[in-house]
């Protein structure tokens, strides 16, 4: 494995824990959401 594979992996690792900390901190600001916009039951995002 050559240092720009291990960079790419390193790279696509920390791309997933961006978007996991995005989803998160979405249902963290909708934690008192009862409604969305639409009307309908706010309903937490997933990964």
């Given at each position: 494995?050559?240092?720009?594979?291990?960079?790419?992996?390193?790279?696509?690792?920390?791309s997933?824990?961006?978007?996991?900390?995005?989803?998160?901190?979405?249902?963290?600001?909708?934690?008192?959401?009862?409604?969305?916009?639409?009307?309908?039951?706010?309903?937490?995002?997933?990964?």
């Amino acid at each position: 494995m050559d240092l720009f594979t291990a960079m790419k992996i390193s790279s696509s690792g920390m791309s997933l824990q961006r978007s996991r900390m995005n989803v998160i901190s979405s249902n963290l600001a909708n934690i008192n959401t009862t409604r969305t916009p639409e009307g309908g039951p706010y309903r937490r995002k997933m990964v």
